[in-house]
């Protein structure tokens, strides 16, 4: 056992920029690339994942003091400290029986590949550590390891159907062929259902709002360029920046704007030879069924509607966080709340006024959210002992996935009447989002329809 464990950390601890094209190369030579194709889509591919993720670590931190700076300047101070994601990483990943989610997962996915019961195969093994943080959460409440386990399993469940659910509008955005996303900051688009449908009531919010339409409307001002220098100059006066700091934040957002779509091509270069060899596959093998590649969420990461929404939000989180009652923490490393503007580019088929309006108004989900998850992640520090926290001080992730799901299940293993009946609507809802998505056409032709119409 202990073999195995260390065996499952060494292939962890390659870190996702190596790992899911490991696993990319070794799907291509299964499905009939050969050696030298199948390398070149793997190599590629882990230049795609590190390159978008130096932009976003740029972004990030150019963002964050920003924030930090936005938040200051207001005297209130909140007793839980934002680390982020990556630090929930390290404790999930420092559980102990996280390593059986690994195994969990391939043996779940196979299965249900087998039942057609999911076109999806995730390959975004790296992000196992979400489960194990979830198993964790609803072991700690509940008390029970096999609800937590059990939680887990749901999660990877949704995780599939997500993919299944979301692969066309992803293909639409991204060009990439059956590329998807299992990650679960999509599960922020069940919430948001509802409202989307109440905002199709509104004619100004049917109308295509994505940045290529607004550069029809503004020119010059919907270019990547010259809306990052915008926000970033916007966002460097509201954080007292002065000009020189204010222009400096101004360029780097505008750089990180333009590098953006640049890097994501590399993802399509390299997933596209990839996709026409399984599907060659499937057509000799299973009558041409269709195989999804489940993939983490930075391949929608080209798509400034995405970008625009995330950075414009970032004074909307903070002042939230200063004025909600009962919020105890500031968001700092988890300032960029992916999963709002993930989940909402999903949705709307990137429509950013009415990404804005689910971002305003799904935020307050995020800061109770990790309110709630801040006792947790401090226990769990003190258990796996990978993170040090001094005594009487709280850590929490304030952008925390599918933080309500997390709650409603923990609570629901723990007897909470409220949190089964929660649980119960919000598996409702997930049903809603399935057949909303698989029946709505994706977003060229969604538009196509209404400028005819």
Same mark, same amino acid.
């Given at each position: 056992?202990?073999?195995?464990?260390?065996?499952?950390?060494?292939?962890?601890?390659?870190?996702?920029?190596?790992?899911?094209?490991?696993?990319?190369?070794?799907?291509?030579? @299964? @499905?009939?690339?050969?050696?030298?194709?199948?390398?070149?889509? +793997?190599?590629?591919?882990?230049?795609?994942?590190?390159?978008?993720?130096?932009?976003?670590?740029?972004?990030?931190? &150019?963002?964050?003091?920003?924030?930090?700076?936005? *938040?200051?300047?207001?005297?209130?101070?909140?007793?839980?400290?934002?680390?982020?994601?990556?630090?929930?990483?390290?404790?999930?990943?420092?559980?102990?029986?996280?390593?059986?989610?690994?195994?969990?997962?391939?043996?779940?996915?196979?299965?249900?590949?087998?039942?057609?019961? %999911?076109?999806?195969?995730?390959?975004?093994?790296? /992000?196992?550590?979400?489960?194990?943080?979830?198993?964790?959460?609803?072991?700690?409440?509940?008390?029970?390891?096999?609800?937590? #386990?059990? &939680?887990?399993?749901? $999660?990877?469940?949704?995780?599939?159907?997500?993919?299944?659910?979301?692969?066309?509008?992803?293909?639409?955005?991204?060009?990439?062929?059956?590329?998807?996303?299992?990650?679960?900051?999509?599960?922020?688009?069940?919430?948001?259902?509802?409202?989307?449908?109440?905002?199709?009531?509104?004619?100004?919010?049917?109308?295509?709002?994505?940045? +290529?339409?607004? $550069?029809?409307?503004?020119?010059?001002?919907?270019?990547?360029?010259?809306?990052?220098?915008?926000?970033?100059?916007?966002?460097?006066?509201?954080?007292?920046?002065?000009?020189?700091?204010?222009?400096?934040?101004?360029?780097?957002? =505008?750089?990180?704007?333009?590098?953006?779509?640049?890097? =994501?091509?590399?993802?399509? $270069?390299?997933?596209?030879?990839?996709?026409?060899?399984?599907?060659?596959?499937?057509?000799?093998?299973? /009558?041409?069924?269709?195989?999804?590649?489940?993939?983490?969420?930075?391949?929608?990461?080209?798509?400034?509607?995405?970008?625009?929404?995330?950075?414009?939000?970032?004074?909307?989180?903070?002042?939230?966080?200063?004025?909600?009652?009962?919020?105890?923490? !500031?968001?700092?490393?988890?300032?960029? /709340?992916?999963?709002? *503007? @993930?989940?909402? !580019?999903?949705? %709307?088929?990137?429509?950013?006024?009415?990404?804005?309006?689910?971002?305003?108004?799904?935020?307050?989900?995020?800061?109770?959210?990790?309110?709630?998850?801040?006792?947790?992640?401090?226990?769990?520090?003190?258990?796996?002992?990978?993170?040090?926290?001094?005594?009487? =001080?709280?850590?929490?992730?304030?952008?925390?996935?599918?933080?309500?799901?997390?709650?409603?299940?923990?609570?629901?293993? /723990?007897?909470?009447?409220?949190?089964?009946?929660? +649980?119960?609507?919000?598996?409702?809802? #997930?049903?809603?989002?399935?057949?909303?998505? %698989?029946?709505?056409?994706?977003?060229?032709?969604?538009?196509?329809? !209404?400028?005819?119409?």
């Amino acid at each position: 056992m202990v073999i195995l464990e260390n065996s499952f950390q060494w292939i962890l601890n390659l870190g996702a920029g190596i790992f899911v094209p490991l696993l990319i190369f070794i799907l291509g030579l @299964v @499905v009939g690339m050969k050696v030298r194709r199948a390398f070149m889509s +793997a190599i590629t591919l882990g230049v795609a994942f590190t390159g978008m993720n130096l932009i976003i670590g740029f972004i990030s931190e &150019a963002v964050q003091p920003a924030s930090e700076a936005l *938040a200051l300047n207001t005297g209130i101070t909140l007793p839980a400290l934002d680390l982020g994601w990556t630090a929930a990483a390290s404790l999930a990943w420092a559980w102990v029986y996280i390593f059986l989610l690994f195994a969990i997962q391939i043996v779940l996915n196979i299965i249900m590949l087998s039942l057609n019961w %999911t076109k999806t195969l995730n390959v975004d093994m790296w /992000n196992v550590w979400g489960k194990g943080l979830t198993a964790y959460l609803v072991f700690h409440v509940s008390g029970y390891l096999w609800a937590g #386990f059990l &939680a887990a399993i749901v $999660q990877m469940i949704l995780e599939f159907k997500l993919g299944d659910m979301f692969q066309p509008h992803i293909e639409d955005i991204t060009g990439i062929p059956l590329a998807t996303v299992t990650h679960p900051m999509n599960l922020s688009a069940v919430l948001m259902l509802p409202l989307n449908k109440l905002m199709d009531k509104v004619p100004f919010l049917n109308k295509k709002a994505d940045t +290529a339409e607004l $550069q029809k409307k503004i020119g010059i001002f919907s270019e990547n360029s010259v809306m990052g220098f915008i926000i970033g100059i916007l966002l460097g006066f509201a954080g007292a920046y002065g000009i020189t700091g204010s222009l400096n934040l101004g360029i780097q957002i =505008s750089t990180a704007m333009v590098l953006f779509p640049m890097v =994501s091509k590399l993802f399509m $270069q390299a997933l596209s030879p990839l996709s026409e060899a399984m599907s060659e596959f499937m057509k000799k093998r299973f /009558n041409d069924r269709e195989v999804y590649i489940g993939l983490d969420w930075p391949i929608l990461a080209g798509s400034s509607e995405l970008w625009v929404t995330l950075i414009l939000l970032v004074p909307v989180f903070i002042g939230f966080s200063l004025v909600l009652p009962g919020n105890e923490v !500031l968001p700092i490393a988890g300032v960029l /709340n992916y999963s709002i *503007a @993930v989940g909402g !580019l999903l949705l %709307t088929g990137g429509n950013i006024f009415r990404m804005l309006i689910l971002g305003v108004i799904t935020m307050p989900i995020y800061l109770y959210g990790s309110t709630y998850l801040a006792p947790i992640l401090t226990e769990m520090a003190d258990v796996t002992g990978a993170i040090d926290v001094a005594e009487g =001080s709280l850590i929490t992730w304030s952008s925390i996935e599918a933080p309500e799901l997390r709650i409603f299940l923990a609570e629901a293993f /723990n007897g909470n009447l409220w949190a089964i009946v929660a +649980a119960v609507i919000f598996f409702a809802l #997930f049903y809603w989002l399935y057949k909303a998505m %698989t029946k709505t056409p994706v977003p060229s032709e969604r538009y196509e329809e !209404l400028e005819k119409s």
